[in-house]
């Protein structure tokens, strides 16, 4: 995959090997901050990698509860930048939706290393009606451990960087259909929420999605509102998104490496029906 515009950034440095020291160009991920504005207001700040900034907005809305449907959105565009300066801008314009958008209760500030960070409450989330996913569906467990390796092959930027996190979105045969890169791992996820949502492939009811790093609760309560059915991640997951997941069937996996991973629910989709 090509790496999207700006979402790497070169410096100089000095590197030590061995007793040898010499200067070199290393690249490096970016990281900006990106403004989503609804109605001409602010609503969220959150910094992340740039490139498919309009997936990621449009992801945010869904998996944050602002939107159910891509016909909600009226009109979505990056602002324009101004006299060479970057504008790190989204706005979005909203139509049969009942958000209100003059009253922003909820602080929706996002680091790149939390999703949830400024909520009320984490029972604010779950009882925003996410919905079981599909429990019909069913994925080979040599199939799921031949998806790493894909996503690997599939890093454009982490493969210049060393730096980003990954979400890639698998069909039932186990194709690659989408794989975005961020500093921010809820970023990744909602970008590729976010292209699902502007293809109009939504829900998500017989697909798979990887993740780098951790599978967090904020990655599970993203995957349920796009419909997945399963979850991976080639880390370890939370005490709390393994409760999520338990209480609404996802199933989800962690410490996907090589041949091997770890069912902590509903592994009814990817397990052998006599275990």
């Given at each position: 995959?090509r ?7 070169l ?9 040898n ?5 290393d ?11 609804l ?14 900034d ?62 949830i ?16 996913p599909?429990?019909?569906f ?15 092959a ?10 980003l ?17 961020d ?23 017989r ?15 993203k995957?349920?509102?796009?419909g997945?059915?399963?979850?991976a ?5 939370s005490s ?12 989800l ?23």
């Open positions: 995959m790496a999207p515009e700006r979402s790497v950034e410096t100089q440095v000095t590197e030590w090997e061995d007793g020291v010499r200067s070199l160009q690249s490096l991920a970016a990281e900006e901050p990106l403004e989503i504005r109605a001409g207001r602010p609503l969220t700040v959150t910094m992340r990698t740039p490139g498919h309009l997936e990621l907005a449009s992801g945010f809305l869904l998996t944050e509860g602002i939107i159910e449907s891509p016909d909600q959105i009226a009109n979505i565009h990056a602002v324009r930048p101004q006299n060479g300066i970057k504008s790190n801008v989204v706005e979005v314009e909203l139509q049969d939706s009942s958000f209100d958008s003059t009253n922003l209760s909820r602080n929706f500030f996002a680091a790149s290393s939390c999703g960070c400024g909520k009320a409450s984490i029972d604010a989330i779950r009882n925003r009606g996410l919905r079981s599909d429990r019909d069913r994925f080979d467990p040599d199939r799921i451990c031949s998806l790493p390796e894909t996503l690997r599939e890093q454009a930027v982490f493969s210049r960087t060393g730096g996190h990954a979400a890639a979105l698998f069909d039932s045969n186990g194709l690659l259909l989408a794989l975005r890169e500093i921010g791992r809820h970023n990744a996820v909602d970008k590729i929420i976010g292209w699902a949502l502007m293809q109009r492939c939504l829900p998500l009811a697909h798979v999605m990887l993740v780098s790093g951790r599978g967090g609760f904020e990655i599970v309560q995957a349920l509102a796009g997945i059915p399963i979850l991640s080639v880390s370890a997951p709390l998104a393994v409760k999520l997941a338990r209480e609404l069937g996802l199933t996996i962690g410490f996907l490496r090589g041949r091997r991973f770890v069912v902590y629910s509903a592994g009814f989709r990817c397990l052998p029906t006599d275990i």
